[in-house]
Structures are given as structure tokens and as C-alpha cells.
Nanobody
Framework: QLVESGGGLVQAGGSLRLSCAASGRDFRMYAMGWFRQAPGKEREFVAIISGGGFMTTYADSVQGRFTISRDNAKNTAHLQMNSLKPEDTALYYC???????????????????WGQGTQVTVSS
């Protein structure tokens, strides 16, 4: 089970930190990712981090502004979002994948588990 938290309303240029708490065993065996879905749009890849935390990939739209991290001792993953823009407004989902090359953007292919989502709204 994946449970996200940390969403909210923020002004453009501001920051938010999303968290994802995972239950179950073998957390470090899963790559952890973040996806988002804006109203009327398809779900899109945001970032992924490998099980050991040594490999990450970001969508071009967030590269340099967002940072994904994980704490395997606490079974948590995080997404630090800086310099937020109105176009970052979306429902953000945490995802876990047993078989995912975290060095590439595979989209949603290979995702085994999804969280319920947390809303991020960026006002202009």
C-alpha cells in the first residue's frame, strides 16, 4: 500500500515536498516513482528512483526543479518540488515498480502499485 501526503495550494515560485509511505516488505527491491495527472490530460511520468537510490530520471518539464529521494530505513519516498509553476497543478501519484529501469522513462509500463494521489495546486 502506498499513501501520499504533502500536497496543497502554493503560489507560483513556491515549494512543496510530497511524501509516499509504503507498507509491506522488500521496499528497497522496488523502484519508486511519481506521476501526475492534470484535469483533462493523461497521467504523465514525473520522476523515478532506483531501489538503492543511486539512479534517477526526471521528465524534461521538471528537470532541475524537482528532486526525488527515498529513505529505505523508513519505507518512504519523497518529491521535493521547487520553483513551482501553474502548469505543475495536478493530482500527484506515488508508484512502485519491481522491474523498472530507473535510468529511463518507461512511463507507466511496469508499475505494480499506485497510491491514491495527492492534489497539488499552483496559483499564478
Amino acid at each position: 500500500q502506498l499513501v501520499e501526503s504533502g500536497g496543497g495550494l502554493v503560489q507560483a515560485g513556491g515549494s512543496l515536498r510530497l511524501s509516499c509511505a509504503a507498507s509491506g516488505r522488500d521496499f528497497r527491491m522496488y523502484a519508486m516513482g511519481w506521476f501526475r495527472q492534470a484535469p483533462g490530460k493523461e497521467r504523465e511520468f514525473v520522476a523515478i528512483i532506483s531501489g538503492g537510490g543511486f539512479m534517477t530520471t526526471y521528465a524534461d518539464s521538471v528537470q532541475g526543479r524537482f528532486t526525488i529521494s527515498r529513505d529505505n530505513a523508513k519505507n518512504t519516498a519523497h518529491l521535493q518540488m521547487n520553483s513551482l509553476k501553474p502548469e505543475d497543478t495536478a493530482l500527484y501519484y506515488c508508484a512502485a515498480a519491481r522491474s523498472y529501469n530507473a535510468g529511463t522513462n518507461q512511463g507507466a509500463m511496469g508499475i505494480d502499485y499506485w497510491g491514491q494521489g495527492t492534489q497539488v495546486t499552483v496559483s499564478s
